[in-house]
């Protein structure tokens, strides 16, 4: 039987909470742990340090609470997937699974694109297990555009005063994000091509790599990456089909765009697929290879923006 706010709930129970101090934080994280391990129920931290020290000072019983190890363990939201289905496999039989976790956004110094489509995902992707998620955010350090993304993304809220109610502002749907350019696209791009065939693109992203210090895997990488955008672009999107690349002393940038609407689920990358015969395992590759995949769509089409870092 599932216990506290997730009492009667089938699937996934997931909840955000915003704290604005460390005694708010404890507030809502020390009784959603300690009620977990008083049930008996399997307990599991996946915070930064300092929140995690919090926790640690703060719970009756530490011992009955699994740490992993570093709340950043996970640097790409296909990781943090494949990691936690495979931890919530080991409770099958558990009646309810509580975990409470940090989010990886531009507060703390990681791209957030990806991030916001895992928490929009994840409420499909967990949605088999007995599953409790708590994902709390500082308001000290979340940016405004993160919050909204975290409100949108998120069935149920979580308050300092011990409440867990409905969130009315979350919404089901998902679309594609709106966005400009990145602070990589300054200047004339290295490369530009419109309608180029997968193999085009490869000869070219390969060419600018060269202007890159970057290892041979990451060149791997991006060319791969830049050769299934353009081979998705084409079976999937809507011509023309433009190409562009922008290197720096340690960094390439990718951006392919056609004029098609993108996905429609954001599940697309974060999770193997085999529904498409080209849009599945390689766009799934892609998120698991490089630095940061962003997704967007405007009034030019859709963009997917490939990066890899020394």
């Not at 530490?62 to 950043?72: A, K, M, N, R, T």
């Not at 300092?160 to 004339?188: C, I, K, V």
């Not at 004029?259 to 954001?266: F, L, M, N, V």
């Not at 405007?298 to 870092?309: H, V």
Request: proline share 7%; hydrophobic share 40%.
């Amino acid at each position: 039987m599932r216990t506290g706010a997730a009492y009667g709930h089938v699937g996934y129970f997931h909840e955000t909470a915003f704290y604005g101090s460390d005694d708010d934080y404890r507030s809502v994280v020390v009784p959603f742990v300690d009620e977990g391990v008083a049930a008996c129920e399997p307990v599991v931290v996946a915070c930064r340090d300092a929140n995690e020290r919090l926790i640690r000072d703060a719970v009756a019983d530490p011992s009955g609470v699994v740490f992993l190890p570093g709340g950043d363990q996970y640097d790409r939201p296909t990781e943090a997937i494949l990691g936690y289905r495979k931890l919530f496999a080991e409770y099958a039989g558990a009646a309810q699974i509580r975990v409470v976790g940090d989010v990886p956004h531009p507060g703390v110094g990681a791209a957030w694109d990806w991030w916001a489509r895992y928490e929009a995902a994840v409420n499909e992707v967990f949605d088999e297990y007995p599953l409790w998620g708590l994902c709390p955010y500082d308001l000290r350090t979340t940016p405004a555009r993160v919050l909204a993304d975290v409100v949108r993304t998120h069935p149920w809220t979580a308050g300092t005063d011990g409440s867990h109610l409905p969130n009315a502002r979350y919404r089901s749907s998902w679309a594609l994000p709106s966005s400009g350019p990145t602070a990589y696209e300054a200047g004339r791009p290295v490369v530009e091509l419109t309608d180029p065939t997968p193999a085009q693109a490869r000869r070219a992203v390969t060419a600018a790599c060269g202007g890159a210090r970057l290892g041979r895997d990451e060149v791997d990488d991006i060319v791969y990456a830049a050769s299934e955008a353009v081979t998705n672009a084409h079976s999937h999107g809507r011509p023309p089909v433009r190409l562009r690349a922008w290197t720096g002393p340690a960094h390439v940038l990718v951006a392919v765009t056609d004029r098609g609407e993108g996905p429609t689920s954001p599940l697309a990358g974060l999770v193997p697929t085999d529904r498409t015969a080209t849009a599945g395992v390689g766009l799934w590759l892609t998120h698991r290879t490089c630095r940061d995949v962003t997704m967007s769509r405007d009034a030019e089409g859709y963009t997917i923006r490939l990066l890899t870092t020394a």
